[in-house]
């Protein structure tokens, strides 16, 4: 099944135009420059929905508390992450260091593995630190820090859920061996694309 999954993403992935999902301009507003970019980045987006399957995955392995802990540790990490960008800090290969979150997340989706939250945790948080940090440095200079801020947060949190959701409907539908793998694979087809491109 894991194996069909790889092949019907690459499938789905080839058929699909991803330039329909670089960043686009986000205008003047702070508020809305925030909310529409972890949207329009395939990357973010990408990454966002995986972190939600994946903290509900851990949750049904037996991680009770992994389906709270997992994102609120990606959107903490999130903010600091681009609060360093703000602060002038660099991090090398940060373009690289997200489609490779990408690729990892999309590859720990297709193995179903759960992992302790020992080892999620800081996962998570190297994740979520370069995809901030990325937001950041891609802030609209002529917008306010605090709405573009938000903004961001906002949307990443919805991200999240919405993949929260799938997980979870897929889980009570029994459907988890068969759409996991598949969804899983187009997200680490996606971040081995990124990382070429």
């Not at 670089?22 to 529409?36: D, F, P």
């Not at 508390?65 to 090398?92: E, K, R, T, Y």
């Amino acid at each position: 099944m894991k194996r069909k999954g790889l092949q019907f993403a690459t499938i789905l992935l080839s058929s699909m135009p991803l330039a329909a999902f670089a960043h686009t301009g986000h205008g003047e507003s702070g508020l809305l420059a925030g909310l529409l970019h972890p949207i329009t980045g395939l990357d973010h987006f990408l990454a966002l929905l995986a972190i939600g399957i994946w903290a509900v995955l851990l949750k049904n392995g037996g991680r009770k508390n992994a389906a709270l802990q997992v994102p609120v540790a990606f959107l903490l990490a999130l903010l600091f992450g681009a609060s360093m960008a703000l602060w002038g800090a660099s991090i090398p290969m940060v373009e690289t260091g997200i489609a490779t979150s990408v690729l990892l997340l999309g590859l720990l989706l297709v193995a179903g593995k759960s992992l302790p939250l020992l080892a999620t945790l800081p996962i998570t948080v190297s994740f979520a630190l370069v995809h901030g940090f990325a937001h950041g440095t891609e802030m609209p200079l002529s917008v306010n820090i605090a709405a573009y801020l938000f903004g961001f947060l906002l949307s990443s949190a919805m991200l999240i859920l919405c993949g929260s959701v799938f997980a979870t409907v897929m889980l009570k539908a029994k459907q988890t061996k068969a759409v996991v793998p598949i969804s899983g694979g187009a997200i680490a087809l996606s971040g081995m694309m990124l990382l070429v491109v």
